[in-house]
């Protein structure tokens, strides 16, 4: 069984930084790719970031490039990707979810698997 598990949100004054970790397990990931959505309350999921499970050709959302940073776990077995997000802003308040794909894609329609989600909020 797939599972994609998200940890390491919480709350988060602006300017602050948090790493978001999803740990993979179920079936082999190496030809995957890894994506970051999040979805503000009352809006649409939103692409964030994504990275070939090789570590290669990674991509952000105009919104947080520069203050994003997407990585894979440097330890293959461990089957981690994280999302470092540094220069936090009130907009990145959002349930960030994991998500599973074949192609480096900013449409969610493109990824099979999905997370539960973790909350990040960013609030003075």
């Known amino acids: 069984q797939v599972q994609l598990v998200e940890s390491g949100g919480g709350l988060v004054q602006p300017g602050g930084s948090l790493r978001l970790s999803c740990a993979a397990s179920?079936?082999?990931?190496?030809?995957?790719?890894m994506g970051w959505f999040r979805q503000a309350p009352g809006k649409e999921r939103e692409f964030v970031s994504a990275?070939?499970?090789?570590?290669?050709?990674?991509?952000?959302a105009d919104s947080v490039k520069g203050r994003f940073t997407i990585s894979m776990s440097g330890d293959i077995a461990r089957n981690t990707v994280y999302l470092y997000m540094n220069s936090l802003k009130l907009e990145d308040t959002a349930v960030y979810y994991c998500?599973?794909?074949?192609?480096?894609?900013?449409?969610?329609?493109?990824?099979?698997?999905w997370g539960q989600g973790t909350q990040v909020t960013v609030s003075s």
């Open positions: 179920g079936r082999s990931f190496s030809t995957y790719v």
């Open positions: 998500a599973a794909g074949r192609v480096v894609a900013a449409t969610d329609a493109q990824y099979d698997y």
């Open positions: 990275i070939r499970w090789s570590g290669e050709s990674s991509r952000y």
